[in-house]
Protein backbone atom coordinates (compact mmCIF):
# COMPACT_ATOMS: atom_id res chain seq x y z
CA UNK A 1 0.00 0.00 0.00
CA UNK A 2 1.47 3.69 -1.18
CA UNK A 3 0.81 5.94 1.16
CA UNK A 4 3.05 8.91 -0.92
CA UNK A 5 2.45 12.34 0.18
CA UNK A 6 1.52 14.15 -3.17
CA UNK A 7 2.76 17.82 -3.48
CA UNK A 8 0.03 20.13 -2.53
CA UNK A 9 1.74 23.43 -4.02
CA UNK A 10 2.74 23.54 -7.11
CA UNK A 11 5.80 25.89 -8.68
CA UNK A 12 3.68 28.43 -9.75
CA UNK A 13 2.17 28.69 -6.48
CA UNK A 14 -1.12 26.57 -7.36
CA UNK A 15 -3.19 24.63 -5.26
CA UNK A 16 -4.28 20.44 -6.28
CA UNK A 17 -7.19 22.11 -7.50
CA UNK A 18 -5.89 24.70 -8.99
CA UNK A 19 -6.62 27.28 -6.97
CA UNK A 20 -4.84 29.86 -5.21
CA UNK A 21 -3.78 30.10 -1.21
CA UNK A 22 -6.38 32.56 -0.86
CA UNK A 23 -8.99 31.09 -3.05
CA UNK A 24 -12.23 29.52 -1.94
CA UNK A 25 -13.87 26.75 -3.81
CA UNK A 26 -16.97 27.37 -5.77
CA UNK A 27 -19.50 28.26 -3.27
CA UNK A 28 -23.38 27.17 -3.79
CA UNK A 29 -26.04 27.86 -1.58
CA UNK A 30 -29.95 27.12 -1.31
CA UNK A 31 -32.44 28.32 1.34
CA UNK A 32 -35.59 26.57 1.79
CA UNK A 33 -34.96 22.87 0.01
CA UNK A 34 -37.02 20.63 2.06
CA UNK A 35 -40.72 20.97 2.46
CA UNK A 36 -41.12 19.27 5.85
CA UNK A 37 -38.65 21.06 7.54
CA UNK A 38 -39.88 24.79 8.92
CA UNK A 39 -36.14 25.64 8.01
CA UNK A 40 -33.76 24.18 5.40
CA UNK A 41 -30.52 25.31 3.43
CA UNK A 42 -28.48 23.06 1.10
CA UNK A 43 -24.58 24.29 0.73
CA UNK A 44 -22.06 22.77 -1.85
CA UNK A 45 -18.61 23.54 -1.66
CA UNK A 46 -15.98 22.01 -3.76
CA UNK A 47 -16.88 18.34 -4.08
CA UNK A 48 -18.67 18.63 -0.15
CA UNK A 49 -22.44 18.58 0.21
CA UNK A 50 -24.69 19.41 3.10
CA UNK A 51 -27.91 19.82 3.68
CA UNK A 52 -29.09 21.44 6.88
CA UNK A 53 -33.01 20.99 8.38
CA UNK A 54 -34.47 22.40 11.39
CA UNK A 55 -37.10 21.79 13.01
CA UNK A 56 -38.94 24.25 15.52
CA UNK A 57 -39.43 25.59 18.18
CA UNK A 58 -41.37 22.80 19.39
CA UNK A 59 -42.44 21.07 22.32
CA UNK A 60 -39.80 19.34 24.33
CA UNK A 61 -40.28 15.47 24.38
CA UNK A 62 -39.70 14.14 27.13
CA UNK A 63 -40.86 17.10 29.11
CA UNK A 64 -38.60 16.94 31.36
CA UNK A 65 -35.67 18.12 29.42
CA UNK A 66 -36.96 21.48 28.62
CA UNK A 67 -35.53 24.47 30.37
CA UNK A 68 -37.62 27.02 32.74
CA UNK A 69 -36.10 29.56 31.12
CA UNK A 70 -34.60 29.08 26.95
CA UNK A 71 -35.13 26.82 24.91
CA UNK A 72 -33.14 23.53 24.31
CA UNK A 73 -30.74 23.54 21.31
CA UNK A 74 -29.98 20.26 19.75
CA UNK A 75 -27.75 19.48 17.28
CA UNK A 76 -27.09 16.20 14.95
CA UNK A 77 -24.16 16.21 12.53
CA UNK A 78 -24.53 12.79 10.42
CA UNK A 79 -22.51 11.72 7.59
CA UNK A 80 -24.28 9.65 4.72
CA UNK A 81 -22.60 5.58 4.61
CA UNK A 82 -21.75 6.44 0.77
CA UNK A 83 -20.56 9.77 1.26
CA UNK A 84 -17.15 8.64 1.60
CA UNK A 85 -14.61 6.61 -0.22
CA UNK A 86 -15.23 3.91 2.37
CA UNK A 87 -19.12 3.27 3.43
CA UNK A 88 -18.94 4.46 6.55
CA UNK A 89 -21.28 2.94 9.21
CA UNK A 90 -24.31 5.10 9.84
CA UNK A 91 -24.00 4.64 13.84
CA UNK A 92 -22.97 7.61 15.21
CA UNK A 93 -18.78 7.88 15.48
CA UNK A 94 -17.20 9.62 18.25
CA UNK A 95 -16.06 11.97 15.55
CA UNK A 96 -19.79 12.92 14.66
CA UNK A 97 -20.08 12.98 18.59
CA UNK A 98 -17.74 16.24 19.00
CA UNK A 99 -18.84 18.00 15.63
CA UNK A 100 -22.18 17.91 16.53
CA UNK A 101 -21.46 19.22 19.99
CA UNK A 102 -19.14 21.62 18.88
CA UNK A 103 -21.45 22.98 15.74
CA UNK A 104 -23.85 23.28 18.20
CA UNK A 105 -22.00 25.45 20.28
CA UNK A 106 -20.95 27.60 16.83
CA UNK A 107 -24.27 28.06 16.40
CA UNK A 108 -25.84 28.99 19.90
CA UNK A 109 -24.34 32.10 20.16
CA UNK A 110 -26.23 33.90 17.35
CA UNK A 111 -29.55 32.59 18.80
CA UNK A 112 -31.90 34.26 20.87
CA UNK A 113 -32.69 31.10 22.84
CA UNK A 114 -34.66 32.87 25.98
CA UNK A 115 -37.35 33.62 23.84
CA UNK A 116 -38.75 30.04 23.83
CA UNK A 117 -38.46 28.62 27.24
CA UNK A 118 -39.61 25.29 27.60
CA UNK A 119 -38.83 24.51 23.82
CA UNK A 120 -36.75 22.68 21.68
CA UNK A 121 -35.41 23.64 18.43
CA UNK A 122 -33.41 20.91 16.31
CA UNK A 123 -30.82 21.22 13.72
CA UNK A 124 -30.40 17.83 11.43
CA UNK A 125 -27.44 18.12 9.44
CA UNK A 126 -26.79 15.19 6.53
CA UNK A 127 -23.19 15.29 4.58
CA UNK A 128 -24.20 13.83 1.52
CA UNK A 129 -20.55 13.93 0.11
CA UNK A 130 -17.45 14.40 1.69
CA UNK A 131 -14.44 16.32 0.60
CA UNK A 132 -13.01 18.17 3.77
CA UNK A 133 -14.63 21.26 5.08
CA UNK A 134 -17.65 19.24 6.44
CA UNK A 135 -18.37 20.77 9.90
CA UNK A 136 -17.86 24.16 8.55
CA UNK A 137 -20.56 23.75 5.19
CA UNK A 138 -22.39 22.02 7.90
CA UNK A 139 -22.79 25.24 10.11
CA UNK A 140 -23.10 27.72 6.72
CA UNK A 141 -26.01 25.48 6.09
CA UNK A 142 -27.41 25.47 9.95
CA UNK A 143 -27.48 28.74 10.42
CA UNK A 144 -29.57 29.64 7.21
CA UNK A 145 -32.02 26.60 7.94
CA UNK A 146 -32.53 28.52 11.23
CA UNK A 147 -33.19 31.81 9.26
CA UNK A 148 -35.10 30.35 6.79
CA UNK A 149 -37.19 29.13 10.07
CA UNK A 150 -37.92 32.69 11.09
CA UNK A 151 -35.79 32.16 14.25
CA UNK A 152 -34.93 35.17 15.75
CA UNK A 153 -30.84 35.73 15.25
CA UNK A 154 -28.34 38.11 16.12
CA UNK A 155 -26.48 37.21 12.80
CA UNK A 156 -25.97 34.62 10.70
CA UNK A 157 -22.82 32.20 11.36
CA UNK A 158 -20.40 31.64 8.64
CA UNK A 159 -17.62 29.37 8.62
CA UNK A 160 -14.50 28.19 6.34
CA UNK A 161 -11.49 25.99 7.22
CA UNK A 162 -7.78 26.94 7.09
CA UNK A 163 -4.42 25.46 7.18
CA UNK A 164 -1.03 24.82 6.50
CA UNK A 165 -0.06 22.73 3.11
CA UNK A 166 3.52 22.08 1.86
CA UNK A 167 4.26 25.48 4.09
CA UNK A 168 1.82 27.24 3.01
CA UNK A 169 -1.31 29.59 4.22
CA UNK A 170 -4.32 28.46 2.70
CA UNK A 171 -8.23 28.83 2.92
CA UNK A 172 -11.00 26.43 2.72
CA UNK A 173 -9.20 22.89 2.75
CA UNK A 174 -10.18 19.75 0.66
CA UNK A 175 -9.93 16.18 1.86
CA UNK A 176 -6.50 15.81 0.23
CA UNK A 177 -4.81 18.84 1.94
CA UNK A 178 -6.78 18.01 5.01
CA UNK A 179 -5.20 14.82 5.12
CA UNK A 180 -1.42 15.53 4.25
CA UNK A 181 -1.44 19.21 5.36
CA UNK A 182 0.68 20.27 8.28
CA UNK A 183 -2.37 21.91 10.16
CA UNK A 184 -5.98 22.55 9.97
CA UNK A 185 -8.03 25.32 11.55
CA UNK A 186 -12.03 25.05 11.11
CA UNK A 187 -13.38 28.24 12.22
CA UNK A 188 -16.68 30.08 12.19
CA UNK A 189 -17.79 33.65 13.10
CA UNK A 190 -20.80 36.02 13.10
CA UNK A 191 -19.18 38.54 10.55
CA UNK A 192 -21.56 41.64 11.53
CA UNK A 193 -20.66 41.15 15.13
CA UNK A 194 -17.05 39.96 15.00
CA UNK A 195 -17.63 36.86 17.09
CA UNK A 196 -15.89 33.61 16.58
CA UNK A 197 -18.15 30.57 17.92
CA UNK A 198 -15.84 28.05 16.37
CA UNK A 199 -12.44 27.92 16.69
CA UNK A 200 -10.34 24.08 16.39
CA UNK A 201 -6.72 23.04 15.22
CA UNK A 202 -5.48 20.16 14.75
CA UNK A 203 -1.38 20.26 13.70
CA UNK A 204 1.57 21.98 14.37
CA UNK A 205 1.43 26.15 13.71
CA UNK A 206 4.01 28.49 15.38
CA UNK A 207 2.05 31.57 17.09
CA UNK A 208 2.48 33.76 13.92
CA UNK A 209 1.07 31.07 11.67
CA UNK A 210 -1.59 31.03 13.53
CA UNK A 211 -2.77 34.76 13.59
CA UNK A 212 -2.20 34.38 9.95
CA UNK A 213 -4.29 31.15 9.87
CA UNK A 214 -7.55 33.58 11.68
CA UNK A 215 -7.03 36.80 9.77
CA UNK A 216 -7.57 34.50 6.26
CA UNK A 217 -10.15 32.52 7.81
CA UNK A 218 -11.99 35.77 8.96
CA UNK A 219 -11.45 36.86 5.30
CA UNK A 220 -13.15 33.59 4.22
CA UNK A 221 -16.05 33.80 6.54
CA UNK A 222 -16.93 37.26 5.10
CA UNK A 223 -16.91 36.64 1.62
CA UNK A 224 -19.16 33.46 2.73
CA UNK A 225 -21.84 36.04 4.60
CA UNK A 226 -21.86 37.54 1.12
CA UNK A 227 -22.79 34.36 -0.71
CA UNK A 228 -25.56 33.39 2.61
CA UNK A 229 -27.22 36.59 2.58
CA UNK A 230 -27.89 36.36 -1.45
CA UNK A 231 -29.12 33.04 -0.94
CA UNK A 232 -31.59 34.44 1.99
CA UNK A 233 -32.48 37.18 -0.31
CA UNK A 234 -33.45 35.00 -3.23
CA UNK A 235 -35.69 32.68 -0.78
CA UNK A 236 -37.96 35.41 -0.04
CA UNK A 237 -37.50 36.84 -3.94
CA UNK A 238 -39.30 33.32 -4.75
CA UNK A 239 -41.62 33.86 -1.87
CA UNK A 240 -42.79 37.13 -2.96
CA UNK A 241 -43.31 35.81 -6.33
CA UNK A 242 -45.54 32.70 -5.51
CA UNK A 243 -47.54 35.23 -3.36
CA UNK A 244 -48.29 37.22 -6.53
CA UNK A 245 -48.87 34.62 -8.75
CA UNK A 246 -51.59 33.56 -6.46
CA UNK A 247 -52.88 36.80 -6.51
CA UNK A 248 -53.63 37.06 -10.36
CA UNK B 1 -29.80 12.70 20.97
CA UNK B 2 -28.79 10.31 23.24
CA UNK B 3 -25.42 11.32 23.71
CA UNK B 4 -26.25 14.75 24.63
CA UNK B 5 -25.29 15.85 28.34
CA UNK B 6 -27.25 17.59 31.31
CA UNK B 7 -25.23 20.28 32.51
CA UNK B 8 -24.53 21.01 36.57
CA UNK B 9 -26.87 23.98 37.36
CA UNK B 10 -25.65 27.17 39.03
CA UNK B 11 -27.75 29.53 40.94
CA UNK B 12 -28.46 33.19 39.24
CA UNK B 13 -27.20 34.55 42.82
CA UNK B 14 -23.93 32.75 42.47
CA UNK B 15 -23.38 33.57 39.11
CA UNK B 16 -23.86 37.17 39.42
CA UNK B 17 -21.58 36.95 42.45
CA UNK B 18 -19.08 35.33 40.11
CA UNK B 19 -19.25 38.00 37.26
CA UNK B 20 -19.56 40.84 40.37
CA UNK B 21 -15.98 39.78 41.40
CA UNK B 22 -14.35 39.28 38.53
CA UNK B 23 -15.31 43.21 37.15
CA UNK B 24 -13.07 43.91 40.30
CA UNK B 25 -10.26 41.80 38.92
CA UNK B 26 -11.22 38.99 41.75
CA UNK B 27 -11.91 35.76 41.64
CA UNK B 28 -14.40 33.31 43.49
CA UNK B 29 -11.63 31.43 45.32
CA UNK B 30 -9.21 34.88 45.61
CA UNK B 31 -6.67 33.55 42.48
CA UNK B 32 -5.76 36.15 40.23
CA UNK B 33 -6.91 35.87 36.55
CA UNK B 34 -3.98 34.07 35.58
CA UNK B 35 -3.17 31.77 38.70
CA UNK B 36 -3.59 27.88 38.05
CA UNK B 37 -5.29 26.54 41.41
CA UNK B 38 -3.01 24.39 43.18
CA UNK B 39 -1.12 21.83 41.21
CA UNK B 40 -0.32 17.91 42.33
CA UNK B 41 1.04 15.11 40.25
CA UNK B 42 1.88 11.38 41.41
CA UNK B 43 2.91 9.03 38.66
CA UNK B 44 2.78 5.28 39.17
CA UNK B 45 -0.11 5.25 41.68
CA UNK B 46 -1.67 2.06 39.98
CA UNK B 47 0.31 -1.18 39.92
CA UNK B 48 -1.19 -3.17 37.51
CA UNK B 49 -0.68 -0.32 34.87
CA UNK B 50 1.72 0.02 32.46
CA UNK B 51 1.77 3.52 33.14
CA UNK B 52 -0.33 6.05 35.23
CA UNK B 53 -0.65 9.30 36.93
CA UNK B 54 -3.08 11.05 38.93
CA UNK B 55 -3.51 14.94 38.63
CA UNK B 56 -5.44 17.54 41.11
CA UNK B 57 -6.16 20.79 39.80
CA UNK B 58 -7.31 21.81 43.14
CA UNK B 59 -10.85 19.99 43.75
CA UNK B 60 -10.54 18.70 40.31
CA UNK B 61 -8.91 14.62 40.18
CA UNK B 62 -7.97 12.65 37.34
CA UNK B 63 -6.66 9.55 37.02
CA UNK B 64 -4.54 8.41 33.81
CA UNK B 65 -3.74 4.73 33.30
CA UNK B 66 -2.14 2.92 29.90
CA UNK B 67 -2.04 -0.47 28.93
CA UNK B 68 0.02 -1.58 26.76
CA UNK B 69 -0.77 -4.67 24.21
CA UNK B 70 -0.09 -6.30 20.91
CA UNK B 71 -2.60 -5.73 18.16
CA UNK B 72 -2.54 -5.63 14.11
CA UNK B 73 -2.00 -2.20 13.02
CA UNK B 74 -4.88 -0.41 10.88
CA UNK B 75 -4.55 -0.74 6.94
CA UNK B 76 -3.67 2.40 6.41
CA UNK B 77 -1.00 2.65 8.66
CA UNK B 78 0.77 -0.63 8.34
CA UNK B 79 3.87 0.43 9.92
CA UNK B 80 2.69 2.50 12.87
CA UNK B 81 1.72 1.39 16.19
CA UNK B 82 -1.73 2.45 17.84
CA UNK B 83 -2.75 5.30 20.17
CA UNK B 84 -6.35 5.30 21.67
CA UNK B 85 -7.59 7.82 24.10
CA UNK B 86 -10.70 7.59 26.05
CA UNK B 87 -12.35 8.98 29.02
CA UNK B 88 -14.69 8.18 31.20
CA UNK B 89 -16.78 10.44 33.31
CA UNK B 90 -17.73 8.12 36.21
CA UNK B 91 -20.87 8.66 38.00
CA UNK B 92 -18.51 8.88 41.58
CA UNK B 93 -17.00 12.18 39.85
CA UNK B 94 -20.10 14.41 39.70
CA UNK B 95 -24.23 14.71 40.67
CA UNK B 96 -24.36 15.03 36.49
CA UNK B 97 -22.17 12.19 35.40
CA UNK B 98 -24.32 9.11 34.74
CA UNK B 99 -23.41 5.53 33.97
CA UNK B 100 -23.34 4.53 30.73
CA UNK B 101 -21.53 4.91 27.47
CA UNK B 102 -19.04 8.06 27.22
CA UNK B 103 -21.29 11.25 26.54
CA UNK B 104 -20.45 13.96 24.29
CA UNK B 105 -18.47 15.73 27.23
CA UNK B 106 -16.24 12.69 27.40
CA UNK B 107 -15.68 11.98 23.89
CA UNK B 108 -14.96 15.89 23.71
CA UNK B 109 -12.19 15.69 26.39
CA UNK B 110 -10.68 12.57 24.78
CA UNK B 111 -10.16 13.44 21.43
CA UNK B 112 -8.89 17.41 22.96
CA UNK B 113 -6.36 15.46 24.59
CA UNK B 114 -5.45 13.19 21.92
CA UNK B 115 -5.08 16.01 19.80
CA UNK B 116 -2.98 17.24 21.41
CA UNK B 117 -0.63 14.09 22.00
CA UNK B 118 -0.91 13.37 18.33
CA UNK B 119 -0.29 16.68 16.61
CA UNK B 120 2.94 17.25 19.03
CA UNK B 121 4.00 13.80 18.12
CA UNK B 122 5.04 13.00 21.96
CA UNK B 123 4.64 9.14 20.82
CA UNK B 124 6.67 8.09 17.56
CA UNK B 125 4.03 5.58 15.96
CA UNK B 126 6.45 4.36 14.05
CA UNK B 127 8.84 2.98 16.89
CA UNK B 128 6.11 0.90 18.59
CA UNK B 129 5.64 -0.85 15.15
CA UNK B 130 7.27 -4.22 15.16
CA UNK B 131 6.19 -6.70 12.51
CA UNK B 132 5.03 -4.02 9.53
CA UNK B 133 1.19 -5.16 8.69
CA UNK B 134 0.91 -7.49 11.05
CA UNK B 135 2.44 -6.93 14.65
CA UNK B 136 2.40 -3.44 16.69
CA UNK B 137 2.34 -1.91 20.54
CA UNK B 138 -1.04 -0.68 21.20
CA UNK B 139 -1.37 2.14 23.67
CA UNK B 140 -4.89 2.42 25.38
CA UNK B 141 -4.61 5.26 27.58
CA UNK B 142 -7.56 6.23 29.50
CA UNK B 143 -8.74 8.91 31.39
CA UNK B 144 -10.57 8.57 34.67
CA UNK B 145 -12.14 11.52 36.10
CA UNK B 146 -12.22 11.17 40.31
CA UNK B 147 -13.59 14.47 41.06
CA UNK B 148 -14.93 17.22 39.30
CA UNK B 149 -14.53 20.70 39.76
CA UNK B 150 -14.40 22.40 36.10
CA UNK B 151 -10.74 22.55 34.09
CA UNK B 152 -11.04 18.97 32.70
CA UNK B 153 -9.02 19.50 29.80
CA UNK B 154 -5.67 20.69 31.26
CA UNK B 155 -6.04 17.87 34.34
CA UNK B 156 -6.51 15.16 31.85
CA UNK B 157 -3.88 16.35 29.48
CA UNK B 158 -1.27 16.81 32.13
CA UNK B 159 -2.02 13.51 33.42
CA UNK B 160 -1.84 11.97 30.23
CA UNK B 161 1.89 13.09 29.76
CA UNK B 162 2.81 12.41 33.26
CA UNK B 163 1.12 8.51 32.55
CA UNK B 164 2.74 8.44 28.97
CA UNK B 165 6.27 9.13 30.87
CA UNK B 166 5.89 6.53 33.22
CA UNK B 167 5.54 3.71 30.81
CA UNK B 168 6.98 0.90 30.60
CA UNK B 169 7.19 -0.77 27.25
CA UNK B 170 7.59 -4.75 27.65
CA UNK B 171 9.96 -6.64 25.31
CA UNK B 172 8.28 -9.18 22.68
CA UNK B 173 9.31 -12.44 21.71
CA UNK B 174 8.89 -14.72 18.66
CA UNK B 175 7.16 -17.92 19.06
CA UNK B 176 7.95 -20.98 16.83
CA UNK B 177 5.02 -20.03 14.78
CA UNK B 178 5.98 -17.13 13.64
CA UNK B 179 3.84 -15.29 16.52
CA UNK B 180 4.73 -12.32 18.35
CA UNK B 181 4.08 -12.36 22.35
CA UNK B 182 5.00 -9.50 25.13
CA UNK B 183 7.86 -10.75 27.33
CA UNK B 184 7.11 -9.05 30.38
CA UNK B 185 10.63 -10.15 32.03
CA UNK B 186 12.39 -7.25 29.94
CA UNK B 187 11.12 -3.39 29.72
CA UNK B 188 12.29 0.12 28.66
CA UNK B 189 10.62 3.04 29.42
CA UNK B 190 8.36 4.63 26.43
CA UNK B 191 10.19 7.34 24.31
CA UNK B 192 8.41 10.41 25.07
CA UNK B 193 9.72 12.99 21.91
CA UNK B 194 7.22 16.33 22.85
CA UNK B 195 5.41 17.54 26.07
CA UNK B 196 2.24 18.75 24.88
CA UNK B 197 0.16 20.76 27.65
CA UNK B 198 -3.39 22.16 27.47
CA UNK B 199 -4.07 25.81 28.89
CA UNK B 200 -7.83 26.55 28.71
CA UNK B 201 -9.11 30.06 29.13
CA UNK B 202 -12.26 31.09 29.92
CA UNK B 203 -14.15 34.33 28.69
CA UNK B 204 -16.19 34.97 31.65
CA UNK B 205 -18.16 38.08 31.07
CA UNK B 206 -16.10 39.57 28.92
CA UNK B 207 -12.55 38.96 31.30
CA UNK B 208 -10.62 36.36 30.55
CA UNK B 209 -8.97 34.07 32.90
CA UNK B 210 -7.18 30.41 33.55
CA UNK B 211 -7.91 27.19 34.83
CA UNK B 212 -11.49 28.05 35.51
CA UNK B 213 -13.05 25.90 38.40
CA UNK B 214 -16.66 24.93 38.29
CA UNK B 215 -18.37 27.68 39.56
CA UNK B 216 -16.46 30.01 36.50
CA UNK B 217 -17.00 27.23 34.13
CA UNK B 218 -21.04 27.65 34.56
CA UNK B 219 -21.03 31.43 34.23
CA UNK B 220 -18.78 31.31 31.65
CA UNK B 221 -19.48 32.84 28.24
CA UNK B 222 -16.86 30.09 26.18
CA UNK B 223 -13.90 28.03 27.24
CA UNK B 224 -10.77 27.94 24.49
CA UNK B 225 -7.80 25.32 25.33
CA UNK B 226 -4.92 25.64 23.41
CA UNK B 227 -2.12 23.05 24.07
CA UNK B 228 1.35 23.96 23.22
CA UNK B 229 4.05 22.05 22.53
CA UNK B 230 7.89 22.12 24.18
CA UNK B 231 9.10 24.49 21.00
CA UNK B 232 6.57 27.07 22.27
CA UNK B 233 4.31 26.40 19.23
CA UNK B 234 0.57 25.17 19.26
CA UNK B 235 -0.36 21.76 18.69
CA UNK B 236 -4.69 21.73 18.96
CA UNK B 237 -6.95 24.17 20.10
CA UNK B 238 -10.65 23.87 20.71
CA UNK B 239 -13.34 26.03 21.55
CA UNK B 240 -15.79 24.91 23.99
CA UNK B 241 -19.06 26.15 25.56
CA UNK B 242 -22.20 28.31 24.22
CA UNK B 243 -21.12 31.32 23.79
CA UNK B 244 -18.48 33.49 21.69
CA UNK B 245 -14.97 34.90 21.11
CA UNK B 246 -13.92 38.42 19.74
CA UNK B 247 -10.54 38.09 17.76
CA UNK B 248 -8.52 40.20 20.37
CA UNK B 249 -9.72 38.13 23.05
CA UNK B 250 -8.50 34.47 20.88
CA UNK B 251 -5.08 36.52 20.30
CA UNK B 252 -4.75 37.10 23.78
CA UNK B 253 -5.51 33.66 24.76
CA UNK B 254 -3.22 32.43 22.78
CA UNK B 255 -0.25 34.41 24.18
CA UNK B 256 -1.45 33.16 27.92
CA UNK B 257 -1.50 29.90 26.92
CA UNK B 258 2.25 30.37 26.05
CA UNK B 259 3.28 31.72 29.07
CA UNK B 260 1.33 29.39 31.33
CA UNK B 261 2.29 26.16 29.70
CA UNK B 262 5.89 26.30 30.74
CA UNK B 263 4.64 26.60 34.62
CA UNK B 264 2.31 23.81 34.04
CA UNK B 265 4.89 21.52 32.28
CA UNK B 266 7.50 21.88 34.97
CA UNK B 267 4.98 19.85 37.03
CA UNK B 268 5.40 16.67 35.11
CA UNK B 269 9.71 16.66 34.06
CA UNK B 270 10.29 17.98 37.65
Not at chain 2, 131 to 138: D, E, L, N, Q
Request: glycine fraction near 8%; include cysteine; charged fraction near 30%.
Amino acid sequence: MSHEKPRLIDDEGRRVDGRRPDELRPLHIEVDVLANADGSAYVEQGNTKVLAAVYGPKEMHPRHLGLPDRAVLRCRYHMAPFSVEHRKSPAPSRREIELSKVIREALEPALFLEQFPRTAIDVFIEVLQADGGTRCASITAASLALADAGIPMRDLVAACAVGKVDGVIVLDLNDLEDKYGEADVPFAMMPGLGEVTLFQMDGVLTPEELTECVKLAMEGCKRIYVKQKEALRERFIRIKKEVEAGEE
Amino acid sequence: MRWMAREPVISKMRKKHVLQLLSEGKRIDGRGKLDYREIRVEKGIIGTAEGSAMVCLGKTEVVVGVKVGLNVPFPDTPDEGVLTVNAELVPLASPTFEPGPPDERAIELARVVDRGIRSSGAVDLKKLCIVPGKKAYILFLDIYVLNYDGNLVDASALAALAALLDTKLFGYQMTEDGNVVLDKSVWRPLEVQDYPVAVTVANVGGELIVDPCLDEELSMDAKVTITVNKDGNICAVQKSGPGSFTVEQLMEAIDIAREKAPELRSHVLG
